[in-house]
Nanobody
């Protein structure tokens, strides 16, 4: 049984920062690419960031976001800086069954429940 639980969402001011966490059970992040997506009302789910299975390579859809992980805690993190109202969305943690990075939702096999991030305008 694989479970991913996000935390850290909330209300932030424009220009501020966010720090999200995703803790996993039933699946180690070691060897599996894992990342973050977001979805706003009326829009499709879009890629935010991913970290490779060995933790060395990262890819982001926007330079303002940084992804990291802590294997001892079986947790991945997302930091965002200089937030804008367009960043408001439900942010989802997800993990693949592959080593290399992907920007496609089709490659992610487990998903968290999501956490709401709202950026004030």
């Amino acid at each position: 049984q694989v479970q991913l639980v996000e935390s850290g969402g909330g209300y932030v001011q424009a220009g501020g920062s966010l720090s999200l966490s995703c803790s996993a059970s039933g699946r180690t992040f070691d060897g599996y690419a894992a990342g973050w997506f977001r979805q706003a009302p009326g829009k499709r789910r879009e890629f935010v960031a991913v970290i490779s299975g060995n933790g060395v390579y990262t890819d982001t859809g926007d330079v303002r976001f940084i992804i990291s992980r802590d294997l001892d805690k079986n947790t991945i993190y997302l930091q965002g800086h200089g937030l804008r109202p367009e960043d408001s969305a439900v942010y989802y943690c997800a993990v693949t069954n592959r080593r290399s990075n992907s920007r496609s939702t089709e490659d992610y096999v487990y998903w968290g429940q999501g956490t709401q991030v709202t950026v004030a305008s």
